[in-house]
């Protein structure tokens, strides 16, 4: 049997300080090979730090890392020519063309495709003799991309890939990682956004506050909340969030209810049989609604029902 592309277990860092900062408590993870693995956190949460350690980029504190059945402190150089790597802030030289930029990261590597398939893949061949300088936001994310995928690599690591591109340059990105996985690679992705990570993974890892929340594929983790829908509303009247939560769960087909923003969002099974009787409760105690709306649950929920915060990811957007 071949080994998962990515094993941990029981990682953990520690920064020292007064007092010390524990990044991560104990994360096992296991990343099968050619699936697209998501791992997702707010900012501070220790996703980022997680994935450094995998990358070898810092050590664990404790704990064991096996990438592709190699471990760091045994084949660090032959894992180094199996990985490729897109940071969350990839620093270039401005005054290198993206032809000459890509041709150096390709040098770093015994083997690999040529600088123009490199560029070709993230479409910025109109760009191969523009000095990275004179690149938007959204085409340097591209050529970091470009960058880690020169060496052809084994496994592709993600790092916030998105943050800050406007939405165009964003849906780029994800063609390019979709494309990834339908040639059967591995790749980790590490996102604060939940929608990014429900179209783009098929597992993804929740992480808040350096520990593992929820492990499984965004529809598995979905499920988990008992209903595949949610209804948000909101009344004129504040009276209606001094209920305590449990008098919703009365209503047939709900299945669970949070406060949040001023506002009651219930997970309900059948969305059809649970708002006539939320109407009528309504009805019943003369409350009348300010807003009301219907959606599919979502990785939102999830991480707000685990955690009991919102997920508030950052990054102004950039073109």
Not at 4 to 22: E, F, Q
Not at 117 to 125: G, K, P, S, W
Not at 137 to 146: D, H, S
Not at 273 to 291: D, F
């Amino acid at each position: 049997m071949r080994p998962p592309a990515i094993h941990c277990t029981d990682l953990r860092k520690t920064y020292h300080g007064k007092p010390p900062v524990d990044a991560v408590r104990g994360v096992d993870l296991e990343v099968r090979e050619g699936e697209c693995f998501g791992v997702l956190g707010p900012n501070g949460a220790g996703k980022t730090t997680t994935i450094e350690m995998l990358e070898g980029l810092i050590a664990p504190t404790s704990g064991t890392i096996e990438i592709l059945g190699m471990r760091w402190s045994d084949q660090a150089n032959a894992i180094q020519q199996r990985i490729g790597i897109s940071l969350q802030e990839t620093r270039f030289s401005d005054k290198l063309t993206v032809r000459e930029t890509v041709t150096l990261f390709r040098s770093f590597y015994q083997t690999g495709i040529e600088h123009t398939e490199a560029i070709a893949r993230v479409e910025l061949q109109e760009k191969t003799d523009t000095w990275v300088k004179n690149l938007s936001g959204g085409q340097r994310q591209r050529l970091a991309v470009a960058v880690a995928l020169v060496g052809d690599p084994k496994i592709l690591f993600l790092d916030e890939p998105t943050t800050g591109l406007d939405p165009h340059s964003r849906r780029q990105v994800w063609e390019i990682v979709a494309a990834w996985r339908r040639q059967g690679r591995t790749t980790v992705l590490t996102t604060h956004y939940m929608e990014e990570a429900e179209r783009l993974c098929d597992r993804v890892a929740i992480i808040d506050h350096g520990r593992l929340f929820a492990l499984g594929s965004p529809k598995e983790l979905i499920a988990q909340l008992g209903g595949e829908h949610v209804i948000e509303f909101s009344l004129q009247s504040s009276e209606a969030m001094t209920l305590p939560a449990d008098s919703w769960l009365e209503l047939p087909a709900v299945t669970g209810c949070r406060y949040e923003n001023d506002a009651i969002h219930l997970s309900v099974a059948e969305p059809h049989v649970a708002l006539p009787a939320l109407l009528a409760k309504l009805a019943e105690r003369n409350w009348h609604l300010a807003s009301l709306t219907t959606r599919h649950a979502s990785l939102d929920d999830v991480f707000v029902v685990l955690t009991g915060r919102q997920f508030e990811p950052e990054g102004e957007t950039r073109s």
